[in-house]
């Protein structure tokens, strides 16, 4: 026979077990919930309506993927990285897609916006119309600081009206123009003349009432109500100016006029492959393409070339059982790469600086010259190789140093006995072998070196720079520092669609060359096989 307490134990198992499987559901549902009313009722709705649908579908499927992962029970494993796989698609899927989008598209000074927002600014200018009435102001100032107009009609004829900002206009029953206004009206009390003086410099840019009731200070002592100057008319498509008649309609995201004239702000709009066009087939454009490409193509060889052939120098020198200090010597060769390059290549311009620098000064005591570092584009070119050999030797340095000591020195053995020198072993047998382990890291540093921004940046700003350019270019402008200034720096304004248009072009040259450079690397590993 149970007993009664073995029997209440038995109840509660199930009930704990119900309660053990309920409450993690309705906090799953509960935090679903939160997410898709937070995406759904006003993320979703205030995107679409500023026109940024890729981002508003972006955000749809992020929150559909959430959804799936932890509503579906064979998904379980998905949700403890459904947060990163989320933001990894925010960051760095859709940014990437963005820039692919925007390189077929007008997006630049002047079309910044979407259509949407376009039309939201255009729509907001005010005039006067010919013949509207002019109001006498009295001036109005709420405890919080909002102001509000008591406008008397000019000709004395017609109610008083109030007019607060962002508000209503409210006709004044019964008072008389012609009387005095009241020292307070509705919480709002009068500012006395002393204090206007104040505030009429920020009174010029007040609007007070709100659309199509708009009044606006015109003068010290009147004003007048203003009209909304441009409609727009969704079953044409095309912006109206009320006060002239004339009929703007979108052409290559602008709002245009017959007669060619253009309303500001402009949207984006696809243009298809018109940037890549502009790229290929202007020889304006095309020129400093060219010689930029070349030179960022020579940049990233050289720079892999002197620092890989100095770093592995190096490690073969001090890989050299017998060398004295051989540790402290290693240690001291890393410091380089330890410094940040914002730090050392600022350092290195001073020591080039023609008349301050140690370097160009010591040259010209020595030699009556000193090579024009900042000036020339050929010596300017060299400073900058010169400046990049002393970052990346140290890695070089490294990477060959660990490399070096997997290599079997039995190798060497059978080399010496067949009667090989030094030279022939480095060639046939340290070479080979070394190149089967850094292959892939030479090539993470041509890819690097491709994009290295801060050194081109940091020692001339890609100067000195090309004359008779229609885009800013410089001689040692690399082709991520030319894009950087098409988008972001120049004077003549951002061109963001052609800057994406070189962006991908630069990730479709990357793609190749690595390609390239990774089957060279296998030819290599299976050379090797040989050896």
Not at 64 to 69: A, E, G
Not at 212 to 230: E, L, M
Not at 412 to 426: L, M
Not at 495 to 500: F, P, T
């Amino acid at each position: 026979m149970s007993s009664p307490i073995a029997s209440g134990r038995g109840a509660a198992a199930p009930l704990r077990s119900i309660t053990d499987q309920i409450l993690p559901l309705l906090l799953r549902l509960g935090a679903l919930g939160f997410i898709d009313a937070f995406a759904l009722f006003y993320m979703l709705p205030q995107l679409f309506r500023d026109g940024v649908w890729y981002l508003g579908v972006t955000i749809a499927l992020i929150t559909l993927l959430i959804n799936v992962v932890f509503l579906r029970e064979d998904l379980y494993p998905l949700r403890w990285i459904s947060p990163g796989l989320a933001l990894m698609i925010l960051t760095v899927i859709y940014p990437i897609a963005f820039t692919v989008y925007t390189a077929f598209t007008n997006y630049g000074d002047g079309h910044l916006l979407t259509k949407q927002q376009a039309i939201q600014i255009i729509t907001r200018e005010q005039y006067l119309p010919e013949g509207a009435p002019t109001y006498r102001w009295t001036l109005y100032q709420a405890p919080d600081g909002r102001l509000a107009l008591w406008l008397v009609p000019a000709d004395g004829e017609g109610q008083p009206l109030f007019v607060p900002e962002e508000g209503e206009p409210i006709a004044v029953e019964g008072a008389n123009g012609g009387a005095e206004p009241p020292e307070s009206f509705q919480g709002y009390r009068r500012v006395e003349r002393r204090e206007l003086i104040a505030l009429l410099g920020q009174l010029q840019e007040k609007r007070f009432g709100q659309p199509p009731d708009v009044f606006k200070i015109s003068s010290p002592s009147t004003a007048a109500q203003f009209q909304q100057r441009y409609v727009y008319d969704p079953t044409q498509d095309a912006i109206i100016d009320q006060a002239t008649g004339k009929i703007y309609r979108p052409v290559q995201g602008a709002f245009t006029a017959e007669d060619g004239e253009e309303l500001t702000p402009g949207f984006q709009v696809v243009v298809g492959a018109r940037n890549f066009r502009r790229l290929f087939t202007s020889p304006a454009l095309r020129g400093p393409f060219i010689k930029v490409f070349i030179w960022t193509i020579l940049f990233a060889t050289f720079s892999v070339l002197t620092t890989f052939a100095l770093g592995l120098f190096l490690a073969v020198v001090f890989n050299a059982p017998d060398m004295p200090l051989r540790k402290l010597t290693r240690s001291t060769l890393l410091i380089p790469y330890a410094i940040p390059a914002f730090i050392s290549v600022p350092i290195w311009v001073g020591l080039l600086n023609p008349h301050l620098g140690i370097i160009s000064l010591t040259m010209q005591d020595l030699f009556g010259w000193a090579p024009p570092w900042f000036s020339d584009p050929f010596w300017a070119k060299v400073g900058i190789i010169l400046v990049n050999l002393w970052l990346g030797f140290p890695y070089m340095f490294l990477i060959s140093t660990g490399a070096l000591q997997a290599i079997p020195t039995d190798i060497y053995e059978a080399a010496d006995i067949d009667g090989a020198n030094a030279w022939q072993k480095f060639w046939y047998l340290t070479l080979p072998l070394l190149l089967i382990s850094v292959g892939p890291l030479l090539v993470a540093s041509f890819a690097f070196n491709f994009n290295n921004f801060v050194i081109i940046d940091l020692f001339n700003e890609g100067g000195p720079p090309m004359s008779g350019t229609p885009t800013p270019a410089g001689h040692t402008d690399i082709l991520v520092t030319y894009t950087f200034r098409l988008a972001f720096a120049s004077k003549r304004g951002a061109d963001l669609g052609y800057a994406a248009a070189i962006t991908v072009t630069i990730f479709l040259i990357l793609v190749v060359i690595t390609f390239i450079q990774f089957r060279f690397t296998n030819m290599l590993e299976e050379a090797s096989e040989n050896v």
